[in-house]
């Protein structure tokens, strides 16, 4: 039970799914599609985009009990008939999540880096991030809805009707995976690689 790990890691949450669920939105709107910008959420307000269970109940729960970690923010909704290149549409703005992640850890390195001889606790927050960052995006990236991986199973033109009967049990799937399989552990594991590299460059 590692309770400064679930403080950790629904904290920096909260600040990652922010820039991830802002980059559905700005790039759903790009694409042509308004439905994000009219439930306003094309911006970088947290509260914008906290979903109770995703962004707080699981993650403070999978990290006590050491089954990886599980979490998201609130989905953006978009209107696949309104964004240009329709289902092909879609899995951009789906990858943009993911991307947005990678870009932040790599933002978070930059400030461990620069805060590491003024303030260490900020520097090993923003260390942490970077791990966390990169664990969001590759758990994303798992095709199983409601995660963006999910959306490249549409763009590749999976019928509509076996992507609805997953979806169906996309939570309960997801929930099996985690705490029966070794994905979560697989996950961390290449997060702390990667992180580790993304954090020798600034070094």
Do not use: C
């Not at 914008?48 to 990290?63: F, K, M, Y």
């Not at 923010?73 to 992640?101: F, R």
């Amino acid at each position: 039970m590692n309770f400064d790990a679930a403080l950790t890691n629904v904290a920096l949450l909260w600040l990652l799914t922010t820039p991830h669920e802002f980059a559905h939105a700005w790039v759903a709107t790009k694409l042509g599609d308004d439905t994000p910008r009219l439930q306003g959420r094309v911006t970088l307000n947290p509260l914008a985009h906290v979903d109770w269970i995703g962004t707080v109940l699981l993650p403070a729960v999978t990290s006590l009990i050491g089954a990886g970690f599980l979490g998201w923010g609130k989905p953006v909704s978009t209107n696949p008939s309104k964004l240009w290149g329709g289902l092909n549409g879609m899995a951009i703005v789906a990858l943009a999540g993911p991307a947005s992640n990678v870009v932040f850890a790599v933002i978070l390195a930059a400030v461990a880096a620069a805060t590491a001889h003024a303030n260490l606790a900020v520097a090993n927050f923003a260390a942490q991030g970077v791990r966390l960052s990169l664990y969001l995006a590759l758990f994303n990236m798992i095709p199983v809805p409601p995660l963006d991986g999910s959306k490249l199973l549409l763009a590749a033109r999976i019928p509509v009707e076996i992507y609805s009967m997953v979806a169906r049990y996309g939570f309960l799937l997801l929930i099996l995976l985690m705490a029966y399989t070794q994905i979560g552990f697989t996950l961390s594991a290449w997060s702390f690689d990667a992180a580790r590299t993304i954090l020798d460059w600034f070094r």
